[in-house]
């Protein structure tokens, strides 16, 4: 195994928390789900699908047969935005809120599903017009406001994958994702807001595309009404093309294979891969786990996933898996102390949010700012609280418990990936006794285990590697054009099975907690990315001659970065060489990726074949006795590296 990190132990907890009993009388699931499930999964698997609506049935569950390429609901045909917007206008429940969408500024829109019948049919004819077709990429740079729901509902529609880039990317990461997946027509704002002020977004993409002229139109909605550049040639107004469209749009129905999206994701090495997701086992993933693990209740539940739609999280629990159930969402756009520290809890207590879905990063975050904040504000129809991104430590636990749920609401502390398309680990609320920090185990329909070096199930009381031994629904189904790195990542560390790059352990009771990355993959505020990726923009700079990132413990988002470089002999007498780094960081990644240190440092610490030693460094950043140097090529490294930590103190 490629990796120099140790399974960081953990001490037995001994509080648990059955579900409140009336909770248990009326959820959606109950214990017998995980019996049907083992007695024939696959059968277990054809039942969860009922709850989407095929234009053709599919005549096989699982295709396994050229594994690790699975197939799912074979001869199936459907759409997926039919199922998560028609079928509920046809059921009569137009009226229903699809979104309470809340601006950071305070502006609100609520969207029916009628409305967003409407909107999206309108949208998929723009995209007809604009000549995109079936298969075609569409790719979209949006802030956080209905029009991006929309768009990817409207790509659904039409049969175009959507590949969504995070807002926050830079136009570096837009050029790579558009390069790499073929993109032709991009979607993007004028700006969003954050933090009281707007971004720019045309902006970005306008630079990301300076040498792509691939791209035939940028669509842009008027978000901020801030100064862009234009292109008459290139680009158009949302409304102007928009607008005008019809607002029906007949259906076409697509396999249950065809690709739905593609989402980027940070890998061991600098290029993001890109991760592919298809139709059926997708959205029968989110519909059915969304369902199971927040006990949703359409006809009165207000959900609340407080994370962004450029992530997978946003993917499957703001946009598919909610709208496939027919369930009311808000949707907010802004920052949680914009303008003042309570917003969330503003939001829970106007819509009467009774679901909220988060990463511990924020419950973290609201932990410093104090309990006098959520206190000010009536939370009481919260009664289901999840949590998702990274492992939550008890202490975060027990808070959200205490502070937003008022101790009466069960967590779902909920393990997937965006590989996975939906929450494979996760307590069910109705039936799990929880334990502050443990994912528990795997939901029905899963098969989860934890694998030693050797591939064998480790006991009870011992840690190792998290795996997926069987095939899921909502799995992906290859990196997009690379074949042989789908292979390589997630099925040859144990061959046929999942190796999700997460080190975890099993408790004394048989429960699992999942203890974080175990290659070179950061996760800073929930926000997945690769030493590699900073390490590369770093030695972009003519400054630099070597990087290494680690990624350091850190109170509020978890891990945070810290470089060490070695700068080139020219750039040595540079006082603001830190500074112009951390803003190259910035410009090249995005805000997210800026490290919290930059250390110059006269060498790093490598082994014999030449591999930097991480793990050596972490120490540093995180302030503990240096680990075992033995296998340095030179030991002396560490000593020197020490002494400029010292000089600097
Ligand atoms: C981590 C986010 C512990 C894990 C949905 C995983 C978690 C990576 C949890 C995936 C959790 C996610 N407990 N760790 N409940 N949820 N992770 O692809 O390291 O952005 O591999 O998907 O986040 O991040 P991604």
Redesign the pocket.
Known sequence: MANEHTIRELSHEDRTFDPPPDFAAQANVTAEEYTKAEEDRIGFWAEKAQRISWETPFDEVLDWSEAPFAKWYIGGKLNAAYNCVDRHVEAGLGDRVAYYFEGEGGDTRVITYADLQREVSKTANALVELGVKAGDRVALYMPMIPETVFAMLACARIGAPHTVIFGGFSDRAIADRVEDCGVEIVITADGGYRRGKTNALKATVDKALQDLPQVRNVVVVQRTGQEVNWDDDRDIWWHDLVDRQSETHDLEFFDAEHPLYIMY?SGTTGKPKGIMHTTGGYLVGTSYTHWAVFDIKPETDIFWTAADIG???GHSYIVYGPLANGTTSVLYEGTPDTPHRGRWWEIVEKYGVTVLYCAPTSIRTFMRWGRDIPAKYDMSTLRLLG??????NPEAWMWYREHIGGNNCPIV???????NGSILISPLPGVTSTKPGA?MRALPGIVADIYDEQGQPVEPGSGGYLVITEPWPAMLRTLWGDEERYKKTYWSQYPGVYF???GAKYDRDGDIW?L??VDDVL?VS???MSTAEIESALVAHSMVAEAAVVGAQDETTGQAIEAFVILRESAKDRDDAVQQLRDHVRASIGPIATPRAIMVVPDLPKTRSGKIMRRLLKDVAENREIGDVTTLADASVMDAIQEEMRARQ
Do not use: L
Not at 387 to 392: A, D, L, M
């Open positions: 994701s992530w997978v999280t949590s998702v991104g990274e492992p939550i502390d909920t393990w997937w990936q965006t590989e994912a999700a790059g997460d999942v974080g990355r996760n929930g926000h997945r």
